[in-house]
């Protein structure tokens, strides 16, 4: 199993989820609104707590647990729906998961996906 998390531009979030339903069996999607700082600077900067000196840049990340036979699809269509060729695209982090539990019914393993 691996976790794939994704960080994208906001207004790309419909269009990587529409994309992604497209995969048969693909278990459930988190989408969560995230704020980063790094290296470039953007137009959609937020100043920081108190108007301190760090630029947040507002995005968006999407956290997803595959098999890892499905791995290569969900990144490939993950790339190719965020991108727009500028800087701040995003970044895509594929993570090994050791197991799942359901908290409900304590089954693990990657069935519970």
Not at 10 to 39: A, C, M, W, Y
Not at 51 to 61: D, G, H, M, P
Not at 67 to 81: A, F, L, R, W
């Amino acid at each position: 199993m691996k976790e794939i998390k994704a960080i994208i531009r906001p207004f790309k979030l419909t269009d990587v989820i529409t994309e992604l339903h497209q995969i048969n069996g693909l278990p459930g999607i988190t989408v969560s609104e995230v704020k980063r700082f790094g290296k470039s600077s953007s137009s959609d900067v937020e100043k920081g707590p108190g108007n301190s000196l760090i630029e947040y840049v507002a995005k968006v990340k999407i956290e997803v647990v595959v098999n890892d036979d499905m791995v290569d699809n969900v990144v490939s269509i993950i790339q190719k729906t965020a991108h727009t060729g500028n800087t701040g695209d995003g970044k895509i982090f594929i993570i090994p998961v050791e197991d799942t539990i359901v908290i409900r019914t304590n089954e693990r393993g990657i069935s519970v996906l």
